[in-house]
T-cell receptor, first 114, second 114 residues
């Protein structure tokens, strides 16, 4: 089936720097995308989402960019903090149906160095 | 109440045991999900319930049996599991209906099969 993948399994950044986590998706029919943060021993936590009719969406310190031409999704975190250390998953919604079936990417571990 | 709760937090069972995992939400969500997550891997969808009816079964072995007694509760009954079934089992819920309603995850049950 279709899959969502990430370019970098681990990203190490200095505290205060900006972080960019990338995700490539393969299903051009996907219509909704979500970024989740998962800390050790916890369930995934929603960060931000974007619909396929948008190319950018901003939240508090986070921005998601969607490039449908190259099927690429990115999460930008401004002024990265130690509390941002976690695994980040992108997920795409399989288009059609009302059950919102998500396909998760492989995940990127973000390590913030103090 | 804006969270998904799961019990127990940890579970150790033998291959001949029968146990159940429980998930609860009181957000009025009408879609509920079970995922399995192995270490350093993304969540994998197992089952989806929509309006208390099973709508997706991702070819999960019959030793896993889901149940949705009402709109707030989701159970996963376990019987004759194998050691390779050891994983974090995540429950999620979603409002249902149209696009853009994200899935909220519980903290998970860490299952060890001996």
């Amino acid at each position: 089936g279709e899959s969502v993948g990430l370019h970098l399994p681990t990203l190490s950044v200095q505290e205060g720097d900006n972080s960019i986590i990338n995700c490539a998706y393969s299903n051009s029919a996907s219509d909704y995308f979500i970024w989740y943060k998962q800390e050790s021993g916890k369930g995934p936590q929603f960060i931000i989402d974007i619909r396929s009719n948008m190319d950018k969406r901003q939240g508090q310190r986070v921005t998601v960019l969607l490039n449908k031409t190259v099927k690429h999704l990115s999460l930008q975190i401004a002024a990265t903090q130690p509390g941002d250390s976690a695994v980040y998953f992108c997920a795409e919604n399989e288009a059609g149906g009302a059950t919102n079936k998500l396909i998760f990417g492989t995940g990127t571990l973000l390590a913030v160095q103090p | 109440d804006t969270e998904v709760t799961q019990t127990p937090k940890h579970l150790v069972m033998g291959m001949t045991n029968k146990k159940s995992l429980k998930c609860e939400q009181h957000m009025g969500h009408r879609a509920m999900y079970w995922y399995k997550q192995k270490a350093k891997k993304p969540p994998e969808l197992m089952f989806v319930y929509s309006y208390e009816k099973l709508s997706i079964n991702e070819s999960v072995p019959s030793r896993f049996s889901p149940e949705c007694p009402n709109s707030s509760l989701l159970n996963l009954h376990l019987h004759a599991l194998q050691p390779e079934d050891s994983a974090l089992y995540l429950c999620a819920s979603r409002l249902g209906g149209g696009l853009g309603n994200e899935q909220f995850f519980g903290p998970g049950t860490r299952l060890t099969v001996l």
